[in-house]
């Protein structure tokens, strides 16, 4: 080994004592110190529709103990309508805002592999940074956090992960817990009076059969539960309830499969290829929700609703329904929490496991407090 090797070493070793010292000294200090007053927050969450609402509680817990701070949330594109209308969010932008220096705190909830990218480095500039980070000296999602939070070692519900961050800044006793979404007006009213399967009488129950990865008939995708399965429950209550299937227009087929596996599905109320005001009318509207663990489940504790999730290969200590009158079904005796979106077995044991009488007699109990 060259001289010039060893010193090459030497250094690197000498380095990385010397950072590791200065983390250990003041990992405290960074801790402790006093928390500024915000005028402006910025707030980041780039998941999905159930991410945008697990955040609700955290953010109206944010805005509840600084009433004066105003709270943007940076967002997809796709995701800018999801938490439109509630008055704790004061702005919600797809892109960074060109004036950073307006903001005073950034707050940064699970953001994924996005670091990477260098427009986000740009957030730097903001003086007061919190968020989460994974275990260890340098692993933070979000590098040069002030104040973070590690992730648990048991899996915990996302909206816990999300108000462990925001405890970094707000007491306990200032902590609220409810999903929250707003109103989107009478778009299910006017839909469901165009429908002449519609009986306004009746009371509505929604299925919802697709989920990510489901995009054609493969009983391999691991949120599959059998459609035959969705006919049998659909026929059971159809008689007395309004039944209406929701779905994306690439989930169409399920819907045709369900209604040819039904005894009688001429009363069946189709709403595919919606958007997303539609759903949160529909859902809102709903005396009961079926679904498989999707966007629906979240959607229905923002709203307060009667949910049933059905759950296979998904961590239900993470992803459960938020609310009181949301029950879930899920059988951990059996190949489950693999968290893919394809079985690797050839069919989702997980999900065949969910019997029709489980469902069934879940939404009877459902059903029964809502009279």
């Known amino acids: 080994m060259s001289e010039t090797t060893i010193k090459q070493i030497e250094n690197f070793v000498r380095n990385c004592v010397l950072d590791f010292s200065y983390w250990w000294w003041t990992r405290g200090h960074k801790n402790q110190h006093r928390t500024p007053e915000p005028k402006k927050i910025l707030c980041i969450e780039l998941g999905c529709l159930g991410d945008q609402i697990a955040i609700t509680p955290a953010l109206k817990s944010l805005s509840d103990y600084y009433p004066?701070?105003?709270?943007?949330?940076?967002?997809?594109?796709?995701?800018?309508?999801?938490?439109?209308?509630?008055?704790?969010?004061?702005?919600?932008?797809?892109?960074?805002?060109?004036?950073?220096?307006?903001?005073?705190?950034?707050?940064?909830?699970?953001?994924?592999?996005?670091?990477?990218?260098?427009?986000?480095?740009?957030?730097?500039?903001?003086?007061?940074?919190?968020?989460?980070?994974?275990?260890?000296?340098?692993?933070?999602?979000?590098?040069?956090?002030?104040?973070?939070?590690?992730?648990?070692?048991?899996?915990?519900?996302?909206?816990?992960?999300?108000?462990?961050?925001?405890?970094?800044?707000?007491?306990?006793?200032?902590?609220?817990?409810?999903?929250?979404?707003?109103?989107?007006?009478?778009?299910?009213?006017?839909?469901?009076?165009?429908?002449?399967?519609?009986?306004?009488?009746?009371?509505?129950?929604?299925?919802?059969?697709?989920?990510?990865?489901?995009?054609?008939?493969?009983?391999?995708?691991?949120?599959?539960?059998?459609?035959?399965?969705?006919?049998a429950v659909a026929d059971y209550f159809i008689k007395d309830y309004n039944i209406i299937i929701t779905g994306t227009m690439n989930e169409m087929f399920l819907y045709r499969s369900i209604c040819n596996s039904m005894q009688d599905s001429r009363n069946v109320i189709c709403c595919f290829g919606f958007d997303k005001g539609l759903l949160f009318s529909l859902i809102k509207k709903a005396d009961l929700i079926i679904s498989i663990d999707s966007g629906p489940v979240h959607i229905s504790s923002g709203f307060f609703r009667p949910i049933i999730s059905l759950m296979g290969p998904e961590l239900p200590e993470i992803w459960r329904p938020w609310s009181k009158n949301g029950k879930y079904l899920f059988h951990d005796e059996v190949c489950t929490r693999c968290r893919k979106l394809r079985c690797k077995y050839g069919s989702a044991k997980c999900m065949q496991a969910i019997t029709i009488k489980e469902v069934i007699s879940f939404a009877e109990e459902l059903l029964s407090y809502t009279k």
């Open 68 to 231: 004066f701070a105003h709270i943007t949330l940076l967002t997809l594109s796709d995701q800018v309508d999801t938490l439109k209308g509630l008055p704790f969010i004061h702005e919600i932008v797809p892109e960074i805002p060109n004036d950073l220096l307006r903001f005073d705190w950034l707050v940064v909830f699970y953001a994924g592999r996005v670091w990477h990218l260098k427009k986000y480095q740009r957030l730097q500039i903001i003086p007061f940074k919190i968020g989460v980070a994974n275990h260890g000296m340098a692993s933070s999602h979000f590098p040069n956090l002030d104040r973070k939070v590690k992730y648990p070692h048991e899996p915990k519900h996302m909206v816990e992960s999300n108000l462990d961050v925001i405890r970094l800044v707000v007491p306990e006793h200032a902590i609220q817990k409810r999903m929250y979404l707003a109103s989107r007006g009478n778009i299910a009213r006017d839909y469901l009076n165009g429908t002449r399967e519609y009986v306004p009488t009746k009371r509505t129950i929604i299925l919802h059969p697709g989920s990510k990865g489901i995009d054609k008939y493969d009983i391999s995708a691991s949120h599959f539960w059998p459609y035959e399965r969705w006919a």
